[in-house]
């Protein structure tokens, strides 16, 4: 490969990656062709992409962008699995489908500023995804006062039979 070419391979992989937070590793050494595009559609559907890259120009290019800690993942046939705003969704993905073909083996990756391991992945996969997160802490918020505005209710109901109960024995007794 020309030198020219390599540099604009290295450049590509810098820029692309420079304002990603969330990426993995993948070896896919054995994996079908066909097996490798319904993995690839499958992620795009997604919004997660799966890029081939030869070893020494990414191994440049993450060490031109401060993150030396992935370049020993690469080693063998390699690709690298970004996108998305969610790491949880990307290491469910990635983890799924490294299940249906065997061929397709986690290495590790760069999630959130820090370089992680294959256990780390799996402890992330576990999570739940980021919306449902969201939601869980809406409700945790909400939940306190949900609670108060009840027993608010609920005094208040009880006033309001208490009057009730108070007009009904008057109109009885007639006054």
Not at 83 to 92: E, Q, S, T, W, Y
Not at 104 to 131: C, E, H, Y
Not at 137 to 148: F, L, M, Q, W
């Amino acid at each position: 490969m020309a030198n020219e070419l390599k540099e604009l391979i290295v450049k590509e992989i810098v820029s692309s990656h420079r304002n990603i937070n969330n990426y993995l590793v993948v070896g896919y050494h054995g994996i079908k062709a066909l097996e490798f595009d319904q993995l690839r559609k499958d992620l795009r559907k997604k919004k997660i992409c799966l890029k081939i890259v030869k070893n020494s120009l990414a191994a440049i290019a993450f060490k031109e962008l401060g993150v030396t800690g992935v370049v020993s993942l690469f080693k063998g046939p390699s690709a690298i699995v970004s996108g998305g705003d969610d790491p949880v969704l990307m290491a469910k993905e990635t983890i799924e489908w490294s299940k249906k073909i065997p061929f397709l083996n986690l290495r590790g990756g760069f999630v959130d500023g820090a370089v992680v391991s294959i256990d780390d992945v799996n402890n992330l996969a576990k999570l739940p995804s980021m919306p449902v997160l969201r939601a869980q802490i809406i409700t945790g918020i909400n939940a306190p006062i949900v609670g108060v505005a009840g027993a608010f209710n609920a005094v208040l109901r009880d006033l309001a039979t208490v009057f009730q109960a108070i007009k009904d024995k008057k109109e009885k007794s007639g006054g």
